[in-house]
């Protein structure tokens, strides 16, 4: 893509987590509050800010770190803090208006159980913008998130303590705490440690994530230039993919509120594990083959992490972290037609990387670039009693539905939320005909209108369609928050009034 000079970044300025997902800090938490008290809640930002963990220039990462804090707003957060109204209408319009608006329910396919109505957190009862055009449900009170993570349990609850201990003071309503878990598998990994994080259908997560220019590479290390997107594709402030400022207030050289903040999108993610594996134990059973390699196959990955398009037949311990791969160009086996990972695969959907964007396109370089406009740094975290301890598949296929409540906290940063995290959920997850197929939403986070959808394994002579598939995943809350930079987090303490 030619990004040809890495700009300099302010590391110090940068919040830790643009960088990192800490996975040396397994547990974590996350706490969502409500400010009643503007001047006490900007006196208590005024000492957080100095807690907060920054990026670290190359080569100077703080490998014995025990904890790091970050903080996060709501458009409504920024607002009852007292910045002023015109740095908050220069803000995009996904941001300002809230995820649990009734047009993005219908973009992001949060209907039914999902639907904001049902949220445990971050929509309210629905109201109209006063000239009825648009309603929404966005929970104006939920102003704030502090993320906190830890080494372990004891020192995730002296720093969440540390955090709390001061809210009665300063009035600052906890609206809920989202507690957090590290699930490993029963596969090792090259180092003979378990293999995790895995997520709770049982697969490795974590792994794929874009090279921001400017920044170390991502934490497994692999520098790819596939894989590289501009500066601004996820920090305000720095040129974008289009080689323009993303939205935001910055102004034209990148200075301002908004400078080195990005956008944090947060969805609670129910996971139906026993409904998953029985469908795919059912179907599998049904078509003679093997569930977990249809469910790999429903994955992109093996459960350890492998590839399939790197290794189709089965999973290759050395291979569990690897992201150094295409899928059209893939040498020395293009998977152009979806052979060896299917069209319709998760990892395939939400970053196709160079396919062909329909079958008469074939130009992977090209499909490469486009792909690469549309990329999210991820750093979610599972929440929840895993359903079998140490997460494998025989054992998952074989439990029962136990009613627990367990999913992912996905947590995702990008520029921009409509081109990039609504972009992804809404025309490739939720869309039936990506790339050629037909009535394939993504099989793990999809949504088709009404009915059941299909999900189809390209294989020579005939693709095999696995029809009636239900949803596994509903949306229990979310919101849009922004994760300023260090230095317009100490500007929103600093302001009066
Ligand atoms: Fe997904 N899963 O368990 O199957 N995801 N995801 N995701 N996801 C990925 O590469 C999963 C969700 C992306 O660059 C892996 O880290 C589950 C949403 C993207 O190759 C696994 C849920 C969105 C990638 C899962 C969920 C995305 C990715 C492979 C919900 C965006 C990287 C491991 C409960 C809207 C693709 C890895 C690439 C990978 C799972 C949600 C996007 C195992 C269970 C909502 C961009």
């Given at each position: 893509?030619?990004?040809?000079?890495?700009?300099?970044l302010e590391f110090h300025d940068i919040q830790g987590l643009v960088q990192r997902g800490y996975k040396e800090l397994p547990a974590a938490e996350y706490?969502?509050?409500?400010?009643?008290?503007?001047?006490?809640?900007?006196?208590?930002?005024?000492r957080l800010a100095d807690r907060i963990e920054p990026a670290t220039a190359p080569g100077r990462d703080k490998r014995d770190r025990t904890s790091a804090l970050h903080i996060?707003?709501?458009?409504?957060?920024?607002?009852?803090?007292?910045?002023?109204?015109?740095?908050?209408?220069?803000?995009?319009?996904?941001?300002?208006?809230?995820?649990?608006?009734?047009?993005?329910?219908?973009?992001?396919?949060?209907?039914?159980?999902?639907?904001?109505?049902?949220?445990?957190?971050?929509?309210?009862?629905?109201?109209?913008?006063?000239?009825?055009?648009?309603?929404?449900?966005?929970?104006?009170?939920?102003?704030?998130?502090v993320l906190v993570y830890a080494k372990d349990d004891l020192i995730l609850r002296r720093t969440k303590d540390s955090v709390?201990?001061?809210?009665?003071?300063?009035?600052?309503?906890?609206?809920?705490?989202?507690?957090t878990v590290f699930?490993a598998?029963?596969?090792?990994d090259p180092t003979g440690s378990p293999?995790g994080p895995?997520?709770?259908?049982?697969?490795?997560?974590g792994?794929?994530q874009?090279?921001i220019?400017?920044m170390p590479p991502p934490e497994d290390g692999q520098a790819?230039?596939?894989?590289?997107?501009?500066?601004?594709?996820?920090?305000?402030?720095?040129?974008?993919?289009?080689?323009?400022?993303?939205?935001?207030?910055?102004?034209?050289?990148?200075?301002?509120?908004?400078?080195?903040?990005?956008?944090?999108?947060?969805?609670?993610?129910?996971?139906?594990?026993?409904?998953?594996?029985?469908?795919?134990?059912?179907?599998?059973?049904?078509?003679?083959?093997?569930?977990?390699?249809?469910?790999?196959?429903?994955?992109?990955?093996?459960?350890?992490?492998?590839?399939?398009?790197?290794?189709?037949?089965?999973?290759?311990?050395?291979?569990?972290t690897?992201?150094?791969?295409?899928?059209?160009?893939?040498?020395?086996?293009?998977?152009?037609?979806?052979?060896?990972?299917?069209?319709?695969?998760?990892?395939?959907?939400?970053?196709?990387?160079?396919?062909?964007?329909?079958?008469?396109?074939?130009?992977?370089?090209?499909?490469?670039?486009?792909?690469?406009?549309?990329?999210?740094v991820?750093r979610?975290r599972?929440?929840?009693?895993?359903?079998?301890?140490?997460?494998?598949?025989?054992?998952?296929?074989?439990?029962?539905?136990?009613?627990?409540?367990?999913?992912?906290?996905?947590?995702?940063?990008?520029?921009?939320?409509?081109?990039?995290?609504?972009?992804?959920?809404?025309?490739?997850?939720?869309?039936?005909?990506?790339?050629?197929?037909?009535?394939?939403?993504?099989?793990?986070?999809?949504?088709?209108?009404?009915?059941?959808?299909?999900?189809?394994?390209?294989?020579?002579?005939?693709?095999?369609?696995?029809?009636?598939?239900?949803?596994?995943?509903?949306?229990?809350?979310?919101?849009?928050?922004?994760l300023?930079?260090i230095?317009?987090i100490?500007?929103?303490?600093?302001?009066?009034?």
């Amino acid at each position: 893509m030619g990004l040809s000079n890495d700009p300099r970044l302010e590391f110090h300025d940068i919040q830790g987590l643009v960088q990192r997902g800490y996975k040396e800090l397994p547990a974590a938490e996350y706490i969502l509050l409500k400010v009643t008290d503007a001047k006490r809640a900007r006196a208590w930002l005024s000492r957080l800010a100095d807690r907060i963990e920054p990026a670290t220039a190359p080569g100077r990462d703080k490998r014995d770190r025990t904890s790091a804090l970050h903080i996060a707003f709501t458009w409504e957060g920024l607002r009852a803090l007292g910045l002023n109204q015109d740095i908050l209408s220069q803000f995009p319009r996904a941001f300002r208006e809230g995820m649990a608006t009734v047009h993005r329910e219908r973009l992001l396919g949060d209907r039914g159980a999902s639907s904001a109505a049902n949220w445990h957190w971050g929509s309210a009862p629905c109201r109209e913008n006063g000239n009825g055009e648009e309603r929404w449900h966005t929970d104006l009170h939920l102003h704030l998130a502090v993320l906190v993570y830890a080494k372990d349990d004891l020192i995730l609850r002296r720093t969440k303590d540390s955090v709390l201990a001061e809210l009665e003071t300063i009035r600052l309503q906890k609206i809920t705490t989202l507690d957090t878990v590290f699930l490993a598998g029963p596969e090792r990994d090259p180092t003979g440690s378990p293999n995790g994080p895995k997520e709770h259908f049982g697969f490795r997560d974590g792994i794929a994530q874009p090279h921001i220019a400017g920044m170390p590479p991502p934490e497994d290390g692999q520098a790819i230039p596939e894989n590289a997107i501009a500066t601004g594709e996820v920090l305000l402030g720095y040129a974008n993919a289009y080689r323009e400022m993303p939205e935001g207030p910055t102004d034209a050289n990148g200075r301002g509120f908004g400078r080195n903040g990005t956008f944090l999108v947060f969805r609670q993610l129910h996971q139906d594990v026993a409904g998953f594996w029985s469908y795919v134990a059912r179907q599998a059973a049904a078509k003679g083959g093997s569930a977990v390699e249809l469910a790999a196959k429903m994955v992109g990955r093996w459960p350890d992490g492998t590839p399939l398009v790197e290794s189709p037949t089965g999973p290759q311990t050395a291979l569990q972290t690897q992201n150094r791969f295409v899928y059209a160009g893939h040498e020395p086996h293009p998977d152009r037609f979806g052979f060896r990972c299917p069209i319709g695969s998760h990892i395939r959907r939400t970053n196709p990387r160079d396919s062909p964007r329909d079958p008469s396109d074939d130009n992977p370089k090209k499909s490469l670039e486009l792909a690469n406009q549309h990329r999210i740094v991820r750093r979610g975290r599972s929440y929840g009693k895993p359903l079998v301890p140490d997460m494998d598949p025989t054992k998952l296929m074989a439990s029962t539905n136990d009613g627990a409540e367990r999913g992912l906290h996905f947590i995702c940063l990008n520029a921009a939320i409509d081109r990039q995290f609504e972009f992804i959920q809404n025309l490739w997850a939720n869309n039936p005909k990506f790339g050629g197929l037909y009535d394939d939403p993504d099989p793990l986070i999809g949504v088709l209108d009404g009915e059941r959808a299909t999900f189809t394994v390209q294989q020579e002579p005939v693709r095999c369609t696995y029809s009636d598939m239900p949803r596994f995943v509903q949306v229990r809350g979310g919101a849009y928050f922004f994760l300023p930079g260090i230095a317009a987090i100490r500007t929103l303490a600093g302001l009066s009034g």
